[in-house]
């Protein structure tokens, strides 16, 4: 059916949201209505080429950013290794890091003397986490990294170095003994070098993005953690309770009223007592 001035309406496509009955596959815009969809459509158009080159130029702000940043992360990192355990106690401190340390891994962290992590200079494309560590009894490499990219295929990728332990001393072995055992349902284990040796799903790796965007950026904040609390009137009571000093204060102050409401007390029996005299 012809349109108004000779003009035949033309279909718009729909997004397959589901299945669609005959009638909306088959729907037909007045002209009015299509008009507006096309330019609705070369606006958008428009948007999407601004938003595709605002990234681009977001990344060369990045790019330069990052290099002005990375003597500044090299310099902290020489006057961290000034500071006994940093790295180890900065790692307790955050919540979801020491959520998967054990007690031995974080015995084995002691030992880590310095972190590092890299975008890569294109910065859309990965970034490597570089732990170094003094010599230990745990293992024989002095740097274990774990690295992000693009696949192949496009999509995520890690890989990380294969960790040398020493005899007896593989922090892993107990999850492997674990899923050895043949349990339809074993324990789920998941412990801080188990989460270093996974590569299964890189896009779901919160503990890389944790490190790289929360702990790398500015790892003193959770050294001084305790020290914050401290300072903001929070501490622990002999049950290892946490207790608050303004708690404290206002409880003292009930307790120093009671007093004064007792010595007002005495003071009247001692009145009514001369009285009767």
Known sequence: ?????GATAKKVRKVDAGPASESEENKEYDPETQKALEEIDGCQNEIDALNEKASEEILKVEQKYNKLRKPLFEKRNEIIKKIPNFWVTAFVNHPQISAILEEDEEECLHYLSQLEVEEFEDIKSGYRIKFHFDENPYFENDMLTKEFHLGSSGDPASQSTPIKWKPDMDLTAKAKEEK??????????????????????????????????????????????????V?????????????????DDEEA???????????EDEEGEEGGEDGDE
Not at 1 to 5: D, E, K, Y
Not at 256 to 262: G, K, N, R, S, T
């Open 1 to 5: 059916m012809s349109a108004p001035g």
């Open 180 to 229: 050895s055992t043949g349990k339809k349902r074993p324990r789920e284990t998941r412990t801080y070098f188990n989460w270093f040796a996974d590569n299964g799903d890189p896009s779901a790796d919160d503990i890389a993005e944790v490190i790289k965007d929360d702990m790398w950026p500015n790892p003193l904040q959770y050294f001084l953690v305790p020290d914050i609390e």
């Open 231 to 247: 300072e903001n009137g929070l501490g622990e009571d002999e049950d290892g309770q946490a207790w608050d000093g303004d708690e």
């Open 253 to 263: 102050e009930g307790e120093e009223d009671e007093e004064d409401l007792v010595d």
